[in-house]
């Protein structure tokens, strides 16, 4: 029989302990998240609701957008924002999660994976970005005052950098998969650790 070092016991104990507060955290901020995306997504159909309602039933709108057209598409516009913002903290949560816990498993496959995850997850948030800028400038050109040249061109340059950065991400999250052969272990290392 093989006795383990006692140096070892209290590095494990404490890798368990940090694992059921990181556990104990995540879960808190997932609920917290969820909640969140709940209430963003509940707007949002509300907007969409209202929105149909200008549209079919001559309800009351804003008559700074001029015609009732407008002011629904505008409505709509407004409600896909919220919508593209629902789902962003839940998946950041979610990343961070699987990136500590494989911090705390220590092996190599499990935090390239859990990198590379982050690296998605921060395209897929830069992506949402752009749309809610485009949706936004969309918004804006509906006013009455509409969008300036100036203002067209920043939210192009904003649009443009924020695309570049997109890309930039996409080939480091597939550049970090690409070192790593054993990911789909990982993948399933990091599913049986966080059970």
Known sequence: M???APNNRPRK????????????????????????MAGLMAIAFAEYFHAWAIFFWNAPYDTSLQ????AALEGAIRATEFLFLAPVGYLVTLALAKYVYASVSETRAAIAYAEAE??????????????????????????AK??????????????????????????????VSREQPALR???????????
Request: hydrophobic residues 65%; proline residues 0%; negative net charge.
């Open 118 to 143: 982050v690296l998605r997850v921060k395209s897929f948030v830069i992506g949402l970005l752009i749309a809610i800028v485009a949706a936004n400038a969309v918004g804006r050109a509906l006013t």
């Open 146 to 175: 509409g969008v300036t040249l100036a203002q067209s061109g920043a939210l192009m340059l904003i649009i443009g950098v924020l695309a570049l950065l997109f890309f930039a991400l996409q080939l480091w999250a597939a550049h």
């Open 13 to 36: 104990l404490a890798k368990q302990l940090v694992a059921l507060v990181a556990m104990i955290t995540f879960s808190i901020a997932a609920l917290l998240a969820c909640i969140i």
């Open 185 to 195: 272990d990982a993948t399933d290392a990091l599913d049986d650790d966080g059970q």
């Open 67 to 70: 015609t009732r057209d407008r």
């Open 2 to 4: 093989i006795e383990t």
